[in-house]
Protein backbone atom coordinates (compact mmCIF):
# COMPACT_ATOMS: atom_id res chain seq x y z
CA UNK A 1 0.00 0.00 0.00
CA UNK A 2 1.27 3.14 -0.99
CA UNK A 3 0.37 6.01 1.57
CA UNK A 4 -1.14 9.39 0.47
CA UNK A 5 -1.27 11.48 2.92
CA UNK A 6 -3.75 14.69 2.15
CA UNK A 7 -4.00 18.12 3.84
CA UNK A 8 -5.55 21.30 3.23
CA UNK A 9 -9.31 21.10 3.82
CA UNK A 10 -11.45 23.67 5.43
CA UNK A 11 -13.94 25.63 6.02
CA UNK A 12 -13.96 28.94 3.63
CA UNK A 13 -16.68 31.76 3.02
CA UNK A 14 -17.72 31.90 -0.80
CA UNK A 15 -15.10 33.42 -2.74
CA UNK A 16 -12.18 32.61 -1.01
CA UNK A 17 -9.66 29.96 -1.22
CA UNK A 18 -7.80 27.17 -0.31
CA UNK A 19 -4.86 24.90 -1.12
CA UNK A 20 -5.06 21.03 -0.73
CA UNK A 21 -1.92 19.24 -0.40
CA UNK A 22 -1.35 14.96 -1.18
CA UNK A 23 2.06 13.68 -0.67
CA UNK A 24 2.77 10.53 -2.09
CA UNK A 25 4.91 8.26 0.17
CA UNK A 26 7.02 7.14 -2.90
CA UNK A 27 7.15 7.85 -6.46
CA UNK A 28 6.68 4.54 -8.38
CA UNK A 29 5.11 3.36 -11.77
CA UNK A 30 1.79 2.78 -9.69
CA UNK A 31 1.32 6.25 -8.97
CA UNK A 32 3.05 7.57 -11.85
CA UNK A 33 -0.66 9.33 -12.21
CA UNK A 34 -1.79 11.46 -9.62
CA UNK A 35 -5.21 13.27 -9.74
CA UNK A 36 -7.70 15.00 -7.69
CA UNK A 37 -11.38 14.11 -7.23
CA UNK A 38 -14.38 14.89 -4.84
CA UNK A 39 -17.77 13.56 -3.86
CA UNK A 40 -20.21 15.46 -2.12
CA UNK A 41 -23.35 14.10 -0.45
CA UNK A 42 -25.91 12.03 -2.55
CA UNK A 43 -23.51 12.14 -5.58
CA UNK A 44 -20.91 9.88 -7.55
CA UNK A 45 -17.25 10.84 -7.09
CA UNK A 46 -16.48 13.59 -9.66
CA UNK A 47 -12.72 13.72 -11.39
CA UNK A 48 -11.28 16.62 -11.16
CA UNK A 49 -7.37 17.06 -12.28
CA UNK A 50 -4.64 14.96 -12.98
CA UNK A 51 -0.82 15.14 -13.13
CA UNK A 52 1.09 12.64 -15.31
CA UNK A 53 4.98 12.97 -13.18
CA UNK A 54 6.54 11.20 -16.26
CA UNK A 55 5.97 14.22 -18.79
CA UNK A 56 4.89 16.85 -16.90
CA UNK A 57 0.85 16.72 -18.37
CA UNK A 58 -1.57 17.82 -16.65
CA UNK A 59 -5.38 18.03 -17.23
CA UNK A 60 -8.30 19.71 -15.21
CA UNK A 61 -11.93 19.06 -15.89
CA UNK A 62 -13.86 22.12 -17.70
CA UNK A 63 -16.26 22.09 -14.69
CA UNK A 64 -13.36 24.01 -12.65
CA UNK A 65 -10.73 25.44 -15.39
CA UNK A 66 -10.00 28.54 -14.42
CA UNK A 67 -10.99 28.37 -10.72
CA UNK A 68 -8.57 25.33 -9.42
CA UNK A 69 -5.02 24.23 -10.73
CA UNK A 70 -2.81 21.53 -10.38
CA UNK A 71 0.79 21.77 -9.34
CA UNK A 72 3.26 19.54 -8.23
CA UNK A 73 6.56 19.85 -5.96
CA UNK A 74 8.85 17.17 -7.56
CA UNK A 75 11.32 17.46 -4.64
CA UNK A 76 8.60 16.15 -2.05
CA UNK A 77 6.70 14.20 -4.43
CA UNK A 78 3.49 16.40 -3.38
CA UNK A 79 0.52 17.05 -5.74
CA UNK A 80 -1.67 20.17 -4.63
CA UNK A 81 -4.82 21.30 -5.87
CA UNK A 82 -5.25 25.35 -5.34
CA UNK A 83 -8.88 26.28 -5.49
CA UNK A 84 -10.05 29.99 -5.89
CA UNK A 85 -13.36 31.66 -6.45
CA UNK A 86 -15.09 28.63 -4.27
CA UNK A 87 -18.75 28.69 -4.16
CA UNK A 88 -20.92 26.69 -1.63
CA UNK A 89 -21.55 23.87 -5.04
CA UNK A 90 -17.86 23.17 -4.15
CA UNK A 91 -18.76 21.49 -0.82
CA UNK A 92 -17.66 18.10 -0.90
CA UNK A 93 -14.47 15.69 0.41
CA UNK A 94 -11.83 15.87 -1.79
CA UNK A 95 -9.61 12.29 -2.73
CA UNK A 96 -5.76 12.22 -3.64
CA UNK A 97 -5.37 9.12 -5.38
CA UNK A 98 -2.77 7.21 -8.28
CA UNK A 99 -2.50 4.90 -10.36
CA UNK A 100 -0.67 3.67 -13.42
CA UNK A 101 0.09 5.85 -15.89
CA UNK A 102 -0.67 3.40 -18.69
CA UNK A 103 -4.08 1.73 -18.61
CA UNK A 104 -5.56 0.54 -21.81
CA UNK A 105 -9.33 1.22 -21.73
CA UNK A 106 -9.57 2.80 -18.62
CA UNK A 107 -9.37 6.73 -18.68
CA UNK A 108 -7.66 8.41 -16.37
CA UNK A 109 -11.20 10.60 -15.45
CA UNK A 110 -12.49 7.54 -14.59
CA UNK A 111 -12.35 6.27 -10.62
CA UNK A 112 -11.33 2.75 -11.69
CA UNK A 113 -8.25 4.30 -13.21
CA UNK A 114 -6.76 4.57 -9.71
CA UNK A 115 -5.30 2.10 -7.23
CA UNK A 116 -4.83 4.21 -4.13
CA UNK A 117 -6.63 7.01 -2.26
CA UNK A 118 -5.60 9.18 0.30
CA UNK A 119 -7.73 9.76 3.19
CA UNK A 120 -10.25 12.13 1.70
CA UNK A 121 -10.11 16.40 2.98
CA UNK A 122 -13.53 17.73 3.74
CA UNK A 123 -13.84 21.27 2.03
CA UNK A 124 -16.74 23.02 3.01
CA UNK A 125 -17.69 26.37 1.35
CA UNK A 126 -20.34 29.01 3.35
CA UNK A 127 -22.77 31.06 1.09
Known amino acids: QVPLVESGGGLVQAGGSLRLSCAAFERTATTSLMAWLRQAPGKEREFLAA????????HVTDSVKGRFTISTDNTKNTLYLQMDSLQPEDTAVYYC????????????????????WGQGTQVTVSS
Open 97 to 116: AAGRDVQPGVPYTSRSRYEY
Open 51 to 58: FRWSTGES
